[in-house]
């Protein structure tokens, strides 16, 4: 079966310093990867998808940047955060062996920046 | 642009049936998904819709008309665990899918 996972589980950093956020993902191979934020009480804002190693596409402009340095294995980073990069960040991967593309989501980082 | 609208909450009574309305307008449309997101955690996958119709799953149905752009879900025998945000997702092309702002969903007794 396959499996997601996400840490760490809570973060608190204090605004300028740098964030990596990790996603590794079990018994699948090639799958879509995505990160997404959910500010409180808000719906998911898609920030990076991945359809392979190293294809990364960005949707929002901003602070954050993504990688993909093995098949799953999928990294958020960021060299300066932000007051307004705190959120509820999760993963989440996607393939077709189940006939649709729903995507499984991992537990997710909450993270406070402070 | 991409937009997705639902309403932000409802509230219905246990063993009652509630429909959660989606509209969407798209560049692109490959299939609709509903999820489910208990308050703290990460969304769960409900239904899926590529085809005009309804989709039977146990107590949830979901429907679509893609002419319209509009999909609802329906939750029948309402229990108090189905207290939740709802969100409707499109997927639009490309493996990439935009979610809706999510329905919030109270069952009281």
């Known amino acids: 079966s396959q499996t997601i996972h996400q840490w760490p589980a809570t973060l608190v950093q204090p605004v300028g310093s740098p964030l990596s956020l990790e996603c590794t993902v079990e018994g699948t191979s090639n799958p879509n990867l995505y990160w997404y934020r959910q500010a409180a009480g808000r719906g998911l804002q898609l920030l990076f998808y991945?359809?392979?190693?190293?294809?990364i596409s960005s949707e929002v402009p901003q602070n954050l940047s993504a990688s993909r340095p093995q098949d799953r294995q999928f990294i958020l980073s960021s060299k300066k955060l932000l007051l307004s990069d705190s959120g509820f960040y999760l993963c989440?991967?996607?393939?077709?062996?189940?006939?649709?593309?729903?995507?499984?989501f991992g537990p997710g980082t909450r993270l406070t920046v402070t | 642009g991409q937009n997705i609208d639902q309403p932000t909450e409802m509230t219905a009574t246990e063993g009652a049936i509630v429909q959660i309305n989606c509209t969407y307008q798209?560049?692109?449309?490959?299939?609709l998904f509903w999820y489910q997101q208990h308050a703290g955690e990460a969304p769960t996958f409900l239904s899926y819709n590529v085809l005009d119709g309804l989709e039977e799953k146990g107590r949830f149905s979901s429907f679509l008309s893609r002419s319209k752009g509009y999909s609802y879900l329906l939750l029948k025998e309402l229990q108090m665990k189905d207290s939740a945000s709802y969100l409707c997702a499109v997927e639009v092309g490309g493996f990439k899918t935009i979610f809706g702002a999510g329905t919030r969903l109270f069952v009281k007794a």
């Open positions: 798209t560049s692109g449309f490959n299939g």
């Open positions: 989440a991967w996607s393939g077709l062996a189940y006939g649709t593309y729903e995507q499984y």
């Open positions: 991945s359809v392979g190693i190293g294809q």
